[in-house]
């Protein structure tokens, strides 16, 4: 049954099991390879943390770890991105919705967190429709419309990119696979879909702007998995 949706890439072993809806402009042939490449590198070390995991919930260990003591207990500061100072009012919001992505990055906030996950059903459709949004989104690109119930066009939505607040994208967490995409016959970690599929398509573009790129990857658990 799922043969009809399967695109394979040959001489890889990555697979999607569905189309959909500005698929094409997201998982070109480069992203894809970009997606396998990263998660063979990191698949050893995403199978460790979550046995990590794992063990730590059957145990029961739910304290801090005598091991990071001596950190907690010392002093010590990072050190902030300027863009990160100023953080009075940050808003968040599902990717999906294109009206509400636009009026986000209008909103006059200083951070604003587009969510791919708790604010979000991340089906395989929202999922890459918030991916396109972001694109276009963090080159002032994205459009929306809105018309009365004659289909009189009542107003024009875009973005004034210069005024936008500092923009952060949050990943699903480790917990989460994407069903959708295979690698070796197994579905990868939605956190490095998301997180590769965001950095292959705007990571050197807002490098270059000084806008980031920021990311926020929820409910880490250890070190380890932030590595």
Known sequence: MLSRFVKTYQK???????????LSSILTDKCLGVIEEVHKKNKENYNLVTQQRLESNTHKQYDFREDTAH????????????????????????????????NAFNSGADGYMLDLEDSMTPSWANVITSQHNIKNAVRGELKDTKFDKNGKLVKEYSIDIENSPTFFVRTRGLHMTEEHVIVDNKPIPAT??????????????LNEQGRGPFLYIPKLESYEEAC
């Open 12 to 22: 890889r072993s990555i697979h999607y099991l569905r189309d959909t809806n500005k």
């Open 71 to 102: 950190i907690r207990n010392s002093e010590w500061q990072v050190d902030l991105h300027p863009k990160l100072t100023k953080r009075n009012v940050e808003i968040t919001g599902p990717g999906n919705n294109s009206r509400m992505v636009i």
């Open 192 to 205: 490095l879909f998301d997180l590769v599929t965001f950095m292959f398509h705007n990571g050197k573009y």
